[in-house]
């Protein structure tokens, strides 16, 4: 199962303080032993969300929300995507990471659905368009 790791932002982040070469290397280090262990399929660090956007839904009606955007705390400053075999395996890989913040950091994990997971609402020929779609993603890569 796939597992998205959301490393969540801090005012550092938000204020776009890079990170130190000691913690590019220690981060380095565990990424490639998540590599090797086959576990990391992708994985950035994101910019402030002060370069960012959102698009704001409403009914037919879509309203751009340029950064920076308050409540930090709830921003994602980068994220991994893993494939595990369980949410605890996720849980014990994160808790191997090296601090990436100088205070308190928070690192969420969410399990990614699976086609499997939309039961009958996927029929055969929206699933079988998916997975054309996913392989011209990954053929343009």
């Known amino acids: 199962m796939r597992f998205m790791v959301l490393m969540k932002a801090d005012k550092d982040t938000e204020a776009g303080v890079l990170p130190s070469e000691e913690l590019l290397t220690a981060m380095g280090k565990y990424n490639e032993e998540l590599v ?20 704001r839904f409403s009914g037919g009606k879509r309203t751009v929300i340029d950064g920076p955007f308050a409540e930090t705390k709830e921003l994602v400053a980068g994220f991994w995507l893993w494939q595990v075999k369980s949410r605890e395996e996720a849980i014990e890989w994160v808790k191997r990471c ?44």
């Open 98 to 141: 090296p601090n990436p913040g100088e205070g308190d950091v928070e690192i969420e994990i969410r399990q990614v659905f699976e086609p499997d997971d939309f039961g009958p609402a996927l029929t055969p020929e929206l699933r079988e368009a998916e997975e054309r779609l996913r392989a011209q993603a990954v053929a343009k890569q």
């Open 36 to 55: 090797k262990a086959g576990v990391l399929l992708a994985g950035e660090g994101l910019h402030p969300s002060s370069k960012g956007a959102r698009v």
